[in-house]
């Protein structure tokens, strides 16, 4: 566009404007989709890009048109995002987000934000995923969706059916955020003070402890760890060299309870878990720095 031309400027105020207005559902859709905040953020920027270059006086929805390219965009990087991640250092868990300051994303339907969920729908195609999201995390209609993905509304159906039953299946019905975070700060004092019999009650028969340091951070467990013992020991084990001189701030990471744990000024993890009535059936150590930047910012 010609700089010099009024009418091009307003025109690309306006659209500069309409892009703003809807970038936080453009985010939560992509970051969804992809469990990355960073590459979510690279979504939307070439879907702004996009958004620049477009017819947009024959654009008859902006919402729509934005959304669409943003989802479609969101698959192609989650192809590529799988293939990177089946050569990731040690277990991989989805890049934290502060949400006690995004209005926005914990107005639209929390589940499909939290770590353990999003963890869940890595297991799914990139289609199959972004129907879900679509549906379950912002409640767009079928035939939508149906326009987004270019699949018939049968077929939109039957993947959030589908996806929506593995989730399920794979998911215990989790305690409230109260009893969230009363569990997690009874997992923090014995985990602190390695008292194997007070994690073994806290946990789940078949509790998982996964603990992602993409490489970057030595010591930390190449391999998820499961079962009631072997976890409590795990963590009683890794007590003597983690915990001295650490200081915790709570925050809200994706909607549920966390703890930042820092040494000196460095923040060193994010600590979550998820919980059913049967107890803590997972620990999320969330250590690679690279995905600590997003959630850090939540530090006072």
Do not use: C
């Not at 963890?119 to 972004?130: I, M, Q, S, V």
């Not at 073994?200 to 030595?218: C, I, K, N, P, T």
């Not at 620990?283 to 600590?292: G, R, S, T």
Request: zero cysteines; charged letters at 25%; glycine letters at 6%.
């Amino acid at each position: 566009m010609d700089s010099g031309d009024p009418g091009a400027a307003s025109a690309l105020d306006q659209a500069a404007s309409v892009f703003e207005g809807l970038r936080p559902r453009l985010f939560g859709i992509a970051y969804r989709m992809l469990g990355s905040s960073a590459e979510a953020e690279d979504v939307v920027q070439d879907v702004w890009v996009r958004w620049q270059s477009a017819d947009r006086a024959a654009v008859m929805d902006p919402a729509a048109f934005l959304a669409t390219a943003t989802t479609r965009l969101a698959m192609n990087v989650a192809q590529s995002a799988r293939r990177r991640r089946e050569a990731y250092v040690g277990p991989w868990l989805p890049e934290p987000v502060d949400t006690s300051a995004d209005p926005y994303a914990r107005a639209e339907r929390g589940e499909a934000l939290e770590l353990a969920v999003l963890l869940l729908l890595e297991r799914l195609t990139p289609t199959e995923r972004a129907a879900y999201v679509l549906r379950e995390s912002f409640d767009y209609p079928y035939d939508q969706i149906a326009a987004i993905l270019r699949l018939n509304e049968a077929n939109i159906r039957q993947l959030v059916s589908r996806a929506r039953k593995r989730v399920v299946a794979e998911r215990r019905k989790p305690v409230s955020s109260a009893a969230h975070r009363r569990l997690l700060k009874a997992f923090l004092a014995a985990a602190r003070t390695g008292d194997l019999a007070a994690l073994e009650r806290l946990f789940a028969v078949d509790v998982v402890s996964y603990s992602d340091g993409g490489g970057a951070v030595r010591g930390v467990a190449r391999i998820p760890v499961a079962g009631r013992t072997r976890v409590a020991k795990f963590v009683a084990a890794f007590a003597p060299r983690f915990w001295p001189g650490a200081t915790i701030a709570w925050v809200e990471a994706n909607g549920r309870p966390g703890v930042l744990v820092s040494h000196g000024e460095a923040v060193a993890a994010l600590v979550t878990i998820s919980a059913s009535a049967e107890g803590i059936d997972q620990i999320m150590w969330v250590m690679n720095p690279a995905k600590l930047g997003r959630i850090s910012a939540a530090l006072p």
